[in-house]
């Protein structure tokens, strides 16, 4: 059974920092590209970053610069290390196992940024 359990969100105040983490489990990790999304109220889901089996990286011009992001396969762990963070970073974040654009397994919980004064 796959499982992806995101973790490590919560309020914070523009110009903070969080750290988001995803725990994958169910299938071959270190051979799959992951990817943080994040969903804002009112929107449609929308990419964030990916990281590739390489440990490539890509990201979405609104967070290029402020969001990292990074993996432990040991762990079976993707990151994604939030900084400077505006109000418009609010939104549920979730990871995923991406080829392209598109998601590779049903969408978990996410977990829940607010950031404001």
């Known amino acids: 059974q796959v499982q992806l359990v995101e973790s490590g969100g919560g309020l914070v105040q523009p110009g903070g920092s969080l750290r988001l983490s995803c725990a994958a489990s169910?299938?071959?990790?270190?051979?799959?590209?992951m990817g943080w999304y994040r969903q804002a109220p009112g929107k449609q889901r929308e990419w964030v970053a990916t990281?590739?089996?390489?440990?490539?990286?890509n990201y979405a011009d609104s967070v290029k610069g402020r969001f990292t992001i990074s993996r432990d396969n040991a762990k079976t762990t993707v990151y994604l290390q939030m900084n400077s963070l505006k109000p418009e970073d609010t939104a549920v974040y979730y990871c995923?196992?991406?080829?392209?654009?598109?998601?590779?397994?049903?969408w978990g919980q996410g977990t829940q940024v607010s950031v404001s004064s």
């Open positions: 995923n196992r991406i080829s392209g654009r598109d998601s590779i397994y049903s």
């Open positions: 169910g299938f071959v990790f270190r051979l799959s590209t």
């Open positions: 990281i590739n089996s390489g440990g490539g990286t």
